[in-house]
């Protein structure tokens, strides 16, 4: 008889066995183990079904393996199964297998039996037996559960007769939903999250069935509320706090509905938008690619913001206005990096305007410069090489007295030449030629023969403008343009052998023949213009700079538009994807060649490359833009303390500040240290003005030093002066905002934006101006609205009160003692920062977890999804088993699935 089509699933917790009918393939289950009720997914339905002896030892023992699946926890030997959950397939499966496993034992005894006493042809009949035994068994007990499946119900019957289908029998379980979680909202959260005054815009009464959590936005609107249950910063102080088991029990809830991800079933490797290069890629790519020694993304527009950083693929958009920056920049790129000479003389015009006069003379309305008495305007003008320069001065004289107005023409205030200005009012142009050095030279017209006569008339000299006129100079020779037309070799050949590496390079994968042909055409037109071949080539390389493929970071899909079609991105795009996460900036020739040859991908070859570039100093850039960012140390640009309250603030030590938190970065990066250290480290960098602000002995040199901390009183960035500054307002501290920092950057758990219509701060502190900074907090929170959040805020940020609003240590605020103490709702007390940062530090995963995900959408260049948790919980595996070295955490992005794989576009199901 032919079998039943069934699926083998094993519990990914507990390990249990069972069998259910293939038609609840991709249904999601319970695992029938009361003590385990697991929920998990059922596998897709499998081409042959399994019989008993199709499975070998460990199969019988562990459960059948899903091909190609890496269990996150290994299968454990099946318990016994509960008789009340007992159904169809299930009970079959079970007790064939239990059934087997007994009569092994009782096998052995018959064998110690039968061998004390039995004849020859005993013991062949024995020894046929025994060969055969676990066969026989096995039809015995196919026979007798056939027999008894032929008779009963396919399900399992209820107490009033009804006959549960074998995939309900296995998900039977207490509805928690209705049991426990509901009533907790209705008790200890809907009388502030309800309907129209919902706060925070939190609505939860419109959630009445499980399956509407993990909905469109309802699953973040949930996340928030695990968050805050899980530092006890709901339900508020002030209100009936639940039982510890009730709480702990919601919280499990939630976190089974939101989190509890089989990453076995869950493909979904995400979609990143095609990203426009950034300013800061854009810089280091142009550095990289042409060698140029400015940063001609500065005068782009900045970038906009999203999920914390400014390279997020969804909000890079293409203005008109960058279009025509990006025009300018490709010229002024390639004048730098392929100078070209036209041959012809080097003219600079200087109009009055650009001229300058160390006495009180003004520019007419015909825009001459009048010296109405003796006196000169001079200019400073940079010659390129030595040679001989020609000086044009347009002039004009009014006239008066016995001779004609007199001009001297000086070069480093030495007179080159005298001239007398012919006629009255009339402008003439002056000419000198002169030999000049290659320098920066001040060239001066001056007047020289002031007249004046009362009731008869003036002599004053009017300077228009000097032009000069320098020699041709013959391009340095860069190397780029490797090739020229000539001996045989056209302008085709010659601009294909310049241009082909070029635009691989520029492309980041190799051009094509129809990209390739568009340029080279560009260089044959210009050159049939009369162009020489060199500019020929700016012109190309411009068009190649302008491109979208140099423009934006393109990733190629076969089906763009099927959100179910998951591919592996090709070397050359996983090259970008690294060099871009590391750099900041496009793949090297290193990484180019391996891409080249497929060889990237290799797990050892892609960890070699990824420690190699973490130790090249571009790896700055993880520094630069995301440290920078991840850290908001951006925003102490917009910080200006009071230099009243504060004389030792300056924009000089205010970047000293940014630049010691980037050099400990930098530090935990390069000696691959552990990410926790940027919670506890006991040393940092200082230069004098920092040692200073901190009361450490300054280096003998104005330069950053490598320093040990005083570890009495600080710990980590928490107490960098860059961080103490920018969570501080410019007159005083300010706990609230250093508490929320932490909780958002540190934590991983933002509170939500302040209700409306609550008085600040500095209103309850005029009506209380004795009190102290705490008491006045303390009177803050008095409204339930707020205490919720400020109940966690405040505490975080007391204990971090030692330092002023720039990070110097105190002992008093203004006539109040210094209170550092507090108490979290988890119940951990502290007296000190460096106190709260081992809590913090403690607190690890959640640490690690807060880290791996911004590091992650840094990486992808995209807000994470819930199903990227699985690839978050596998960086922080890799973390765990590596002493959670920096190093771990990139090579655990980067071998990530969503780094390595991309699919098409649109919502699935």
Not at 125 to 141: A, E, Q, T, Y
Request: charged letters at 30%.
């Amino acid at each position: 008889m032919a079998p039943r089509s069934s699926i083998s699933s094993v519990c990914p917790e507990c390990g249990f066995r069972f069998k259910v009918d293939s038609k609840y393939a991709g249904r999601r289950a319970r695992c029938p183990r009361e003590e385990c009720g697991t929920t998990f997914q059922i596998p897709a339905a499998q081409e042959e079904p399994h019989r008993l002896s199709d499975l070998d030892e460990t199969q019988r023992v562990s459960g059948p393996r899903i091909a190609g699946s890496k269990a996150k926890t290994p299968v454990r030997r099946a318990a016994a199964p509960r008789a009340e959950a007992t159904a169809d397939d299930h009970v079959d499966l079970d007790a064939r297998d239990v059934s087997s496993r007994r009569s092994r034992s009782s096998a052995g005894s018959t064998r110690r039996a039968v061998k004390a006493k039995s004849s020859p042809l005993k013991a062949l009949n024995r020894d046929w037996f025994l060969k055969r035994w676990p066969m026989l068994v096995g039809i015995s007990c196919l026979l007798l559960a056939g027999v008894g499946l032929a008779f009963a119900p396919r399900g399992t019957r209820t107490a009033d007769g009804r006959v549960i289908p074998v995939a309900e029998a296995v998900v039977a379980k207490p509805d928690l939903f209705k049991t426990q979680v509901q009533p907790f909202v209705q008790k200890h959260c809907v009388e502030c999250h309800s309907k129209e005054d919902a706060e925070g815009g939190i609505d939860l009464t419109k959630y009445e069935n499980p399956d509407t959590f993990i909905k469109g936005d309802a699953r973040k609107t949930w996340e928030k509320v695990l968050a805050m249950l899980e530092i006890g910063a709901m339900p508020p102080p002030d209100s009936p706090q639940p039982e510890i088991k009730d709480k702990e029990a919601v919280v499990a809830w939630l976190n089974d509905k939101l989190f509890n991800l089989d990453c076995n079933m869950i493909s979904d490797p995400g979609r990143v938008t095609i990203r426009r290069l950034n300013r800061a890629e854009y810089n280091n790519t142009v550095r990289d690619l042409l060698g140029v020694n400015f940063q001609p993304a500065d005068d782009f527009p900045s970038d906009d913001v999203g999920y914390g950083f400014d390279n997020i693929g969804d909000v890079l958009s293409l203005t008109p206005l960058l279009m025509e920056k990006y025009l300018d920049a490709a010229e002024k790129i390639t004048d730098q990096a392929i100078p070209v000479s036209s041959g012809k003389p080097n003219k600079q015009h200087f109009d009055a305007k650009a001229l300058k006069t160390n006495d009180k003379f003004d520019i007419a309305d015909d825009g001459f410069y009048g010296l109405i008495s003796a006196g000169s305007v001079y200019f400073d003008y940079e010659a390129k090489t030595d040679g001989e320069y020609t000086l044009s001065v347009r002039a004009k004289a009014q006239q008066h007295g016995n001779e004609l107005a007199k001009m001297d023409l000086r070069v480093d205030n030495k007179i080159q030449k005298s001239f007398e200005v012919r006629g009255n009012m009339r402008a003439n142009d002056y000419d000198e030629k002169l030999r000049l050095t290659a320098g920066t030279h001040r060239i001066a017209v001056a007047f020289m023969n002031d007249f004046w006569e009362r009731n008869k008339g003036d002599r004053n000299l009017y300077v228009g403008h000097v032009d000069v006129v320098a020699p041709a100079v013959a391009p340095p020779q860069t190397g780029f343009v490797s090739t020229r037309p000539g001996n045989g070799k056209s302008v085709h050949d010659a601009a294909v052998e310049v241009l082909k590496p070029f635009v691989t390079r520029a492309f980041r994968r190799p051009g094509t023949d129809d990209e390739l042909s568009k340029f080279v055409a560009i260089t044959e037109a210009a050159v049939k213009d009369g162009e020489p071949f060199d500019r020929a080539i700016q012109y190309a390389v411009q068009g190649v700079l302008i491109s979208p493929s140099f423009l934006f970071r393109v990733e190629t899909d076969a089906k763009p538009n099927d959100p179910r079609a998951e591919h592996v991105v090709t070397d050359y795009e996983l090259a970008s994807r690294v060099s871009y996460f590391v750099w900041s900036s496009m793949p090297d020739q290193e990484l180019f060649d391996l891409a080249s040859r497929g060889e990237l991908r290799k797990p050892d070859i892609l960890e070699q490359q990824v420690k190699r570039m973490l130790k090249d100093s571009k790896s700055r850039a993880l520094a630069d833009n995301f440290a920078a960012q991840w850290l908001n140390l951006r925003s102490l640009d917009e910080f200006a303390a009071d230099t009243k309250l504060f004389p030792e603030f300056s924009s000089q030590l205010r970047d000293d500040m940014r630049a010691e938190t980037l050099l400990v970065f930098e530090s935990i990066v390069k000696e691959d240290r552990s990410i926790l250290d940027f919670l506890d480290a006991d040393f940092t960098f200082i230069n004098p003005r920092l040692a200073k602000l901190y009361g450490l002995p300054a280096p003998k040199v104005d330069k950053f030093e490598k320093v040990s901390l005083n570890v009495s009183q600080r710990a980590g960035v928490l107490t960098h002066a860059s961080i103490l500054t920018l969570t501080s307002n410019p007159d005083r501290t300010s706990p609230v905002k250093r508490g929320k920092w932490i909780m958002e950057n540190i934590l991983g758990t933002p509170p939500p934006p302040p209700p409306p219509n609550v008085p600040d701060l500095e209103e309850t502190s005029k009506a209380r101006p004795e009190a102290s900074l705490r008491e006045a907090l303390a009177v803050h929170r008095e409204s339930p609205v707020c205490a919720s959040c400020h109940t966690t805020m405040d505490v975080l940020g007391f204990g971090f009160e030692n330092f002023n609003a720039i990070g110097q240590w105190r002992d008093r605020d203004g006539t109040h003692p210094v209170d550092a103490s507090g108490t979290l709702p988890s119940g951990e007390s502290f007296k000190s920062a460096v106190e709260l940062v081992r809590i913090l530090k403690g607190r690890q995963k959640q640490f690690s977890r807060t880290l791996s995900e911004k590091l992650l959408t840094y990486a992808l260049g995209r807000g994470l999804e819930y199903y990227d948790r699985c690839a978050v919980d596998e960086v922080m595996q890799r973390l765990e088993g590596q002493n959670h070295k920096f190093s771990a955490m990139i090579l655990g992005i980067v071998n990530s699935r969503p780094f390595q794989q991309r699919r098409g576009d649109g919502e699935r199901d």
